[in-house]
């Protein structure tokens, strides 16, 4: 029986230690050759620090937002049945099968040069405003790549949720803040832990919108991509990827042991 | 706000605002791009008049990246099928130490992100022109990337105390592992194979972390084609190529929502004490 459960993992095994960890083990191993300090450069030298603390700030805000407004959403759409609603839900999920480069290309239409909002601005009279290649942009783009994933695990909870509770809370006479406190929080919460760390790891590791953006707002991917292709920096570039790696790795993992169980992980 | 019939819910008009709101932010721009792509010129609007000609702009230049990335999205699900399954089965049997360690180190492809696997695979396997050039270097990238996916999904399956049953008696009647694995099993699960089926599709053919960095000019994906045309063409050939996007992954979007739907009604009527 073992030996067949062994022969049942070793195909996938192999390549998993072929192709994922090997080449791990040796980006690991790389900074090594150009000294012990390259490992931490990221925190050592001001400018890979600042690019680290900003995508942080970007991701955490982005995870804050898209949460918060996720999870109205998943209130509305898990305790109403109307025609539409699941076309509506499958509409509103449809971003997380986009690549980022798509969500990146969004913003430009919209808030680009040639974009509806600087049409809009310059009919108004105000000349043509853009958003799309500084944080407003990126900050944008961010949310909306976030939002399906956070709308889809909210709606999928509150249609498990039992109306009783509410509806005895609001017999009781409890206002709608206390409902929102004491009945909807413990509820959504497990899941906002669970997708918020997915979230915070996928904001920090995007490089396909920030990319398409270009933006004057430099996140650590668009930074370790740099280093690696236009100078060649493949220690530096090696040791930012680890930090980066071990940072969204350890939020996934922190996630799933305060939520005591494998929701973290349905990435 | 006023709107609101009387005996609903308190907070539920701010929730049913926002949720129009956000149903806005998300396909308001996507409708745009949608009719940018058939529009004949984006500046002047809809006056111009509407087009296909920049769809087989698109084709002509890109066609040979949706073929690609067709290819992958296929290699990957074939290698789930054949390597993520058996693999998701022995996971969920086995009660070793080492088992649970790899279930661990699977999610790790994951967790970390696309660039710095991208960055491993080409430090690990750069110096082999020969695979660095070819499609297979991709392949390999979306593979770690994609099979956690279907390893997971049907390890939850086989995890189910009704198939843990069957299996015990299927082996209990003198079974052999090929023929419960083949004729039992596998049927038992198979609408959790066909959804971490679909998931590895579209996963594959959406993925752009890791396959910008693989990619060479002769192995362009249908994301690397994009990425180049949003950067060098004008506005009208890039939402043309997105609106080609949205149609090769909307029959499979559609079949993901069936497949989940299936499975619940499934579940429904196989459930004891339902």
Not at chain 1, 225 to 251: C, D, I, K, P, Q
Request: proline fraction near 5%; glycine fraction near 8%; charged fraction near 10%.
């Amino acid at each position: 029986m073992n030996a067949a459960l062994a022969a049942c993992a070793a195909p996938a095994a192999a390549l998993f230690g072929a192709f994922w960890l090997l080449p791990m083990a040796e980006l690991a191993l790389l900074p090594a050759s150009k000294g012990w300090d390259t490992y931490f450069v990221v925190l050592t030298q001001p400018r890979y620090l600042a690019s680290l603390l900003q995508t942080t700030a970007l991701s955490a805000a982005v995870t804050l937002v898209s949460l918060a407004l996720a999870a109205a959403v998943g209130l509305h759409l898990g305790r109403h049945r109307f025609t539409g609603r699941r076309l509506l839900l499958a509409l509103l999920t449809l971003p997380l099968s986009f690549p980022g480069v798509i969500v990146g290309f969004l913003v430009i239409l919209v808030g680009g040069r040639q974009g509806s909002f600087a049409d809009l601005t310059d009919a108004l009279g105000a000349g043509r405003i853009t958003f799309a290649y500084g944080l407003t942009g990126l900050f944008l783009a961010y949310v909306y790549f976030s939002l399906p994933r956070a709308i889809a695990s909210f709606t999928a909870v509150v249609e498990r949720l039992e109306p009783d509770l509410e509806e005895a809370a609001r017999t009781l006479g409890a206002s709608g803040a206390r409902i929102a406190r004491d009945v909807w929080w413990p509820a959504l919460q497990p899941t906002a832990l669970a997708a918020g760390a997915i979230l915070f790891a996928t904001a920090m590791g995007a490089f396909g919108t920030a990319f398409t953006l270009a933006s004057r707002f430099e996140v650590l991917p668009i930074t370790i991509y740099n280093e690696f292709t236009n100078y060649a920096n493949f220690a530096l570039a090696a040791s930012l990827s680890l930090a980066l790696g071990l940072l969204t790795w350890a939020v996934l993992l922190l996630a799933q042991r305060l939520g005591g169980g494998v929701a973290g992980a349905a990435a | 706000m006023a709107a609101a019939p009387p005996g609903s819910r308190p907070g539920a008009g701010v929730l049913a605002w926002a949720t129009g709101a956000i149903a806005i932010f998300t396909l308001a721009p996507l409708a745009l791009s949608v009719t940018a792509g058939l529009m004949a010129n984006y500046a002047q609007g809809l006056r111009a008049g509407l087009t296909t000609r920049w769809l087989g702009e698109v084709w002509a230049l890109y066609g040979s990246t949706v073929a690609l990335s067709l290819a992958l999205a296929l290699g990957c699900v074939a290698i789930a099928l054949l390597v993520g399954v058996p693999c998701g089965y022995a996971l969920a049997r086995s009660r070793s130490r080492a088992a649970r360690a790899f279930e661990e180190l699977l999610t790790l492809p994951v967790a970390v992100p696309g660039l710095a696997t991208a960055l491993a695979l080409i430090l690990a396997y750069g110096q082999w022109r020969a695979f660095r050039q070819s499609p297979w270097f991709i392949l390999a990238g979306h593979v770690v990337f994609t099979l956690p996916f279907m390893v997971r999904t049907v390890g939850a399956a086989f995890r189910r105390e009704d198939l843990v049953a069957l299996d015990e008696a299927a082996r209990t009647l003198g079974a052999g592992f090929v023929r419960r694995f083949v004729g039992v099993l596998v049927p038992a699960v198979a609408p959790s194979i066909v959804a971490g089926c679909l998931m590895v599709f579209t996963l594959s053919i959406g993925e752009f972390n890791l396959t910008w960095m693989l990619h060479t000019p002769l192995t362009r994906t249908l994301p690397v084609g994009l990425a180049d045309s949003y950067a060098s063409m004008r506005l009208e050939i890039g939402s043309a190529y997105t609106l080609i996007f949205l149609l090769v992954i909307a029959p499979v979007l559609w079949a993901m929502q069936a497949a989940a739907h299936w499975m619940e009604n499934r579940d429904a009527l196989t459930r004891p004490g339902h």
